[in-house]
């Protein structure tokens, strides 16, 4: 097996994010030498990941998402380590510095990997394309080659930490731009939960007219951000509801394009899902391909949710469900 580099930034609190020790752990499982690069900190959180040598570069300037800082970085743990492959987490900051990086280096760089493996003795990347409807395995000849690996594909690695004797990797770089701070438009409560167990998604039904001839758009948003605060659920939507507010029709006030899950959102990887008032046909189904469990509530029984799409569908009215729900919870 080649060697290896893992490729991973700091957080702001100088640990390393969940996504990073998943791709970390799908690192180790090729079974080649490993070396680790750190940008903004060298931490001992995965001091004891059997890697033969860690290197960081350290620095005010690198402890901020930056293209100029992170792509020079990139290139300077690249060359210290010798790699031929180099796996990252696929986050912004990597997406965005990564590319540049590699044609510096005159390599190649594969985004948004599913997962990878040995295959044949050759490494080879899995990712999906047409809208994640095919899905595809590709090697490549080209050196270095950086993979930048999706939220969800391996199990991240835990360890005890350990401090290991770092190289400093020097940079000259010089950024022409300061950080000065982070503006960000104001939003609600936080809806948005990589990390939750459950995903709860909303379809255009809450905003239609009910049994009694009315919308009732306040009462589905109090019900569903009751039930996200009592279960800290992640909250999805489908593309037909996050467009209403084009078509001049009322909308949940807590949903954005943001949440969309389909061929054109999200695709999460969430344990279980939760669909309420969606038909489950395939734009929809295309983001729930890695919900391992999969429920669905929905009036109608002949609904694409129905015909083998989830695991249990329960015909109900969403709104008496989950008041019901957020009852027992909050009880």
């Known amino acids: 097996m080649e060697p290896i580099l893992f490729l991973a930034h700091t957080e702001p609190d100088r640990s390393l994010s969940k996504q990073a020790m998943e791709a970390l752990s799908a690192a180790i499982a090729?079974?080649?030498?490993?070396?680790?690069?750190?940008?903004g900190a060298a931490t001992n959180q995965i001091g004891n990941?059997?890697?033969?040598?860690?290197?960081?570069?350290?620095?005010?300037?690198?402890?901020?998402?930056?293209?100029?800082?992170d792509a020079a970085a990139v290139e300077a743990l690249a060359r210290a380590s010798g790699a031929a492959l180099i796996i990252a987490p696929h986050t912004s900051r990597w997406a965005r510095a990564i590319p540049g990086a590699a044609m510096r280096l005159n390599g190649r760089v594969d985004t948004h990997a599913t997962g990878i493996q040995v295959v044949n003795e050759v490494p080879a990347v899995t990712r999906w394309f047409y809208r994640q409807r095919m899905e595809a395995v590709l090697t490549r000849s080209q050196r270095?080659?950086?993979?930048?690996?999706?939220?969800?594909?391996a199990p991240a690695w835990s360890g005890a930490p350990a401090d290991p004797a770092f190289e400093r990797i020097a940079v000259d770089v010089k950024p022409r731009t300061t950080v000065t701070g982070v503006r960000a438009?104001?939003?609600?409560?936080?809806?948005?939960?990589?990390?939750?167990?459950?995903?709860?998604?909303?379809?255009?039904?809450?905003?239609?007219?009910?049994?009694?001839?009315?919308?009732?758009?306040?009462?589905?948003?109090?019900?569903?951000?009751?039930?996200?605060?009592?279960?800290?659920?992640?909250?999805?939507?489908?593309?037909?509801?996050?467009?209403?507010?084009?078509?001049?029709?009322?909308?949940l006030t807590c949903m954005t394009h943001l949440n969309q899950?389909?061929?054109?959102?999200?695709?999460?990887?969430?344990?279980?899902?939760?669909?309420?008032?969606?038909?489950?046909?395939?734009?929809?189904?295309?983001?729930?391909?890695?919900?391992?469990?999969?429920?669905?509530?929905?009036?109608?029984?002949?609904?694409?949710?129905?015909?083998g799409k989830a695991d249990i569908l329960y015909v109900a009215?969403?709104?008496?469900?989950?008041?019901?729900?957020?009852?027992r919870l909050s009880g």
């Not at 009694?212 to 306040?218: L, N």
């Not at 009215?317 to 009852?327: G, K, L, Q, S, T």
């Open 144 to 153: 270095p080659w950086f993979v930048l690996l999706e939220s969800g594909c």
């Open 30 to 39: 090729l079974g080649g030498e490993i070396t680790v690069g750190l940008v």
């Open 185 to 251: 438009p104001q939003s609600g409560e936080q809806t948005i939960r990589p990390d939750a167990k459950l995903l709860f998604v909303a379809g255009a039904g809450w905003t239609k007219k009910q049994a009694d001839g009315a919308t009732h758009a306040d009462k589905a948003e109090e019900l569903i951000l009751g039930f996200l605060r009592a279960s800290q659920a992640s909250l999805g939507g489908s593309k037909s509801l996050v467009d209403l507010s084009g078509e001049g029709q009322s909308v």
């Open 317 to 327: 009215d969403a709104f008496a469900v989950m008041d019901e729900v957020n009852r």
């Open 261 to 307: 899950v389909g061929q054109t959102g999200s695709t999460p990887r969430h344990p279980k899902g939760l669909a309420t008032c969606c038909h489950g046909e395939e734009p929809h189904v295309v983001g729930w391909r890695f919900i391992n469990e999969r429920r669905a509530i929905n009036l109608d029984a002949n609904c694409g949710w129905a015909r």
């Open 49 to 69: 990941c059997g890697a033969s040598r860690f290197l960081a570069v350290e620095g005010d300037a690198f402890t901020q998402p930056r293209y100029a800082t």
